[in-house]
Protein backbone atom coordinates (compact mmCIF):
# COMPACT_ATOMS: atom_id res chain seq x y z
CA UNK A 1 0.00 0.00 0.00
CA UNK A 2 1.74 3.53 -1.04
CA UNK A 3 1.19 6.30 1.50
CA UNK A 4 -1.13 9.18 0.05
CA UNK A 5 0.78 12.16 -1.49
CA UNK A 6 1.16 14.89 0.47
CA UNK A 7 -1.09 17.36 -1.99
CA UNK A 8 -4.11 14.92 -0.87
CA UNK A 9 -3.54 14.92 3.04
CA UNK A 10 -3.26 19.11 2.86
CA UNK A 11 -7.18 19.31 2.18
CA UNK A 12 -8.23 17.44 4.80
CA UNK A 13 -5.87 18.67 7.68
CA UNK A 14 -7.08 22.19 6.39
CA UNK A 15 -10.68 21.12 6.81
CA UNK A 16 -10.24 19.67 9.65
CA UNK A 17 -8.60 22.73 11.78
CA UNK A 18 -11.30 24.84 10.32
CA UNK A 19 -13.77 22.23 12.31
CA UNK A 20 -11.70 22.68 15.35
CA UNK A 21 -11.34 26.38 15.82
CA UNK A 22 -15.47 26.76 14.76
CA UNK A 23 -16.02 24.99 17.77
CA UNK A 24 -13.76 27.21 20.16
CA UNK A 25 -16.08 29.93 19.38
CA UNK A 26 -19.33 28.76 20.36
CA UNK A 27 -18.91 28.61 24.47
CA UNK A 28 -18.10 32.23 24.87
CA UNK A 29 -22.12 33.03 25.74
CA UNK A 30 -22.06 31.44 28.91
CA UNK A 31 -18.37 33.14 30.02
CA UNK A 32 -19.62 37.09 28.91
CA UNK A 33 -22.93 36.54 31.04
CA UNK A 34 -20.85 35.55 34.23
CA UNK A 35 -18.75 38.27 33.68
CA UNK A 36 -21.21 40.54 33.29
CA UNK A 37 -23.06 39.22 36.77
CA UNK A 38 -19.67 39.68 38.95
CA UNK A 39 -19.34 43.10 37.35
CA UNK A 40 -23.28 44.00 38.49
CA UNK A 41 -22.25 42.65 41.86
CA UNK A 42 -22.11 45.48 45.01
CA UNK A 43 -18.56 46.27 45.48
CA UNK A 44 -17.47 45.53 48.92
CA UNK A 45 -15.61 47.98 51.01
CA UNK A 46 -11.86 48.12 52.08
CA UNK A 47 -10.96 48.99 55.17
CA UNK A 48 -9.36 52.45 55.33
CA UNK A 49 -5.19 52.32 55.49
CA UNK A 50 -4.55 52.54 59.55
CA UNK A 51 -3.26 56.11 60.87
CA UNK A 52 0.26 55.68 61.82
CA UNK A 53 1.38 56.92 64.97
CA UNK A 54 3.71 60.18 65.21
CA UNK A 55 7.50 59.13 66.01
CA UNK A 56 8.26 60.29 69.78
CA UNK A 57 12.09 61.30 70.19
CA UNK A 58 13.51 60.43 72.93
CA UNK A 59 17.18 61.97 74.11
CA UNK A 60 18.91 59.79 75.95
CA UNK A 61 20.77 62.06 78.99
CA UNK A 62 23.39 59.71 80.83
CA UNK A 63 22.96 61.65 83.87
CA UNK A 64 23.79 58.82 86.10
CA UNK A 65 23.09 55.93 83.78
CA UNK A 66 25.54 53.39 82.53
CA UNK A 67 26.83 53.83 78.63
CA UNK A 68 24.03 51.19 77.15
CA UNK A 69 26.99 50.78 74.14
CA UNK A 70 29.84 49.88 77.01
CA UNK A 71 30.37 45.85 77.08
CA UNK A 72 29.12 44.74 80.72
CA UNK A 73 30.92 44.11 83.43
CA UNK A 74 30.74 41.73 85.85
CA UNK A 75 31.04 42.24 89.16
CA UNK A 76 32.94 40.04 90.31
CA UNK A 77 35.90 38.36 88.01
CA UNK A 78 36.10 34.90 86.63
CA UNK A 79 38.10 33.61 88.89
CA UNK A 80 40.34 30.05 88.31
CA UNK A 81 39.92 29.24 92.31
CA UNK A 82 36.71 27.81 92.86
CA UNK A 83 34.70 24.47 91.98
CA UNK A 84 35.22 23.51 87.97
CA UNK A 85 34.11 20.17 86.37
CA UNK A 86 37.24 17.23 85.88
CA UNK A 87 36.96 17.34 82.20
CA UNK A 88 40.18 15.24 82.13
CA UNK A 89 37.71 12.38 83.96
CA UNK A 90 36.18 9.37 82.06
CA UNK A 91 32.60 10.29 81.23
CA UNK A 92 30.34 7.61 82.68
CA UNK A 93 27.14 5.69 80.70
CA UNK A 94 24.48 8.24 82.79
CA UNK A 95 25.72 11.40 81.92
CA UNK A 96 25.21 11.05 78.35
CA UNK A 97 21.37 11.67 78.78
CA UNK A 98 19.77 15.01 80.81
CA UNK A 99 18.52 14.37 84.12
CA UNK A 100 14.78 14.72 82.96
CA UNK A 101 15.25 11.72 80.74
CA UNK A 102 16.67 9.56 83.96
CA UNK A 103 14.02 7.54 86.20
CA UNK A 104 15.03 6.28 89.27
CA UNK A 105 13.45 2.85 89.46
CA UNK A 106 14.55 1.33 93.07
CA UNK A 107 17.20 0.74 95.45
CA UNK A 108 19.70 -2.16 96.53
CA UNK A 109 21.07 -2.61 99.52
CA UNK A 110 24.03 -4.95 99.30
CA UNK A 111 26.64 -5.84 102.21
CA UNK A 112 25.81 -2.11 103.81
CA UNK A 113 26.59 -0.56 100.76
CA UNK A 114 23.43 1.55 98.96
CA UNK A 115 22.78 1.16 94.98
CA UNK A 116 20.36 3.08 93.18
CA UNK A 117 18.44 1.64 89.74
CA UNK A 118 18.46 4.35 87.32
CA UNK A 119 16.20 3.52 84.53
CA UNK A 120 18.01 5.45 80.53
CA UNK A 121 15.77 6.45 78.10
CA UNK A 122 17.63 3.73 76.27
CA UNK A 123 15.66 1.33 78.52
CA UNK A 124 18.89 0.32 80.27
CA UNK A 125 19.22 0.16 83.77
CA UNK A 126 21.81 0.74 85.91
CA UNK A 127 23.43 0.21 89.15
CA UNK A 128 25.13 3.65 90.63
CA UNK A 129 26.28 4.52 94.43
CA UNK A 130 27.19 7.94 95.88
CA UNK A 131 30.03 9.49 93.69
CA UNK A 132 29.26 8.39 90.43
CA UNK A 133 28.13 10.91 88.04
CA UNK A 134 24.88 11.43 85.88
CA UNK A 135 23.52 14.05 83.76
CA UNK A 136 24.68 16.35 81.20
CA UNK A 137 25.83 18.94 84.00
CA UNK A 138 28.33 16.89 85.69
CA UNK A 139 26.09 15.51 88.41
CA UNK A 140 27.61 13.64 90.91
CA UNK A 141 25.70 11.57 93.15
CA UNK A 142 25.92 12.78 96.71
CA UNK A 143 23.26 10.75 98.69
CA UNK A 144 20.78 7.88 98.10
CA UNK A 145 17.40 7.33 100.00
CA UNK A 146 15.02 4.71 99.15
CA UNK A 147 12.43 7.62 97.72
CA UNK A 148 15.46 9.34 96.08
CA UNK A 149 18.60 10.25 94.58
CA UNK A 150 20.67 13.64 95.72
CA UNK A 151 23.16 15.43 93.20
CA UNK A 152 25.07 18.11 93.40
CA UNK A 153 25.69 19.68 89.51
CA UNK A 154 28.00 22.23 87.74
CA UNK A 155 26.66 24.68 86.00
CA UNK A 156 27.98 28.03 84.31
CA UNK A 157 27.60 30.84 86.13
CA UNK A 158 28.01 32.97 82.96
CA UNK A 159 30.88 34.91 84.35
CA UNK A 160 33.02 31.82 83.00
CA UNK A 161 32.99 30.07 85.94
CA UNK A 162 31.28 27.20 87.79
CA UNK A 163 28.50 27.12 90.58
CA UNK A 164 27.21 24.09 92.26
CA UNK A 165 23.47 23.47 92.42
CA UNK A 166 21.58 20.75 93.94
CA UNK A 167 19.00 18.21 92.13
CA UNK A 168 17.41 15.40 92.78
CA UNK A 169 15.94 12.43 91.10
CA UNK A 170 13.04 10.92 93.08
CA UNK A 171 11.37 7.51 93.11
CA UNK A 172 9.04 7.00 89.40
CA UNK A 173 5.13 5.84 90.14
CA UNK A 174 5.11 2.25 88.85
CA UNK A 175 2.50 2.19 86.07
CA UNK A 176 0.51 -0.97 85.48
Known sequence: MKPAPLNKLHPVALLLSVVMLSACGKGLKDLEAWVSEVKARAPTPVEPIPQMKQYEAFTYEAAGRRDPFASIQPSRQASNSGVRP???RNKEPLEEFPLDGLRMVGTIDSKGKVFA????PDGVVHRVTVKNHMGQNYGEIVSISEAEVG??????DGFGG???RPASLTLAEQSK
Open 86 to 88: DLN
Open 162 to 164: WIQ
Open 151 to 156: LMELVP
Open 117 to 120: LIKA
